[in-house]
Nanobody, 115 residues
Framework: VQLQASGEGLVQAGGSLRLSCTASGSIFSINVMGWYRQGPGKQRELVANIISGGSTNYEDSVKGRFTISRDNAKNTVYLQMNSLKPEDTAVYYC??????????WGQGTLVTVSS
């Protein structure tokens, strides 16, 4: 199983970026798809996730600015990030939890927001 993420980049504060992550390989059934991030000197934290039925969860600091969505047919999860702030600078990791309780991680995607 592989998770391939894309969309990394450098953007000015107030700008937008869209991350995507596609799962491939022997995935029987994906339950939860999500994004985590790890900023400089910080622990990895959940940014947002989306359950197979469509329910979403967001970390408080990104509510109203980030939107997570998924395309189940493509095993792909997206993170639309608007009104970016310098404190959003981090390596973003996509994450998948299957119905068989297997967890997979993407390789990390660097998002840099300049002030």
């Amino acid at each position: 199983v592989q998770l391939q993420a894309s969309g990394e980049g450098l953007v000015q504060a107030g700008g937008s970026l869209r991350l995507s992550c596609t799962a491939s390989g022997s995935i029987f059934s994906i339950n939860v798809m999500g994004w985590y991030r790890q900023g400089p000197g910080k622990q990895r934290e959940l940014v947002a996730n989306i359950i197979s039925g469509g329910s979403t969860n967001y970390e408080d600091s990104v509510k109203g600015r980030f939107t997570i969505s998924r395309d189940n047919a493509k095993n792909t999860v997206y993170l639309q990030m608007n009104s970016l702030k310098p404190e959003d600078t981090a390596v973003y990791y996509c994450n998948v939890l299957t119905t068989r309780h297997m967890i997979y991680w993407g390789q990390g995607t660097l998002v840099t927001v300049s002030s």
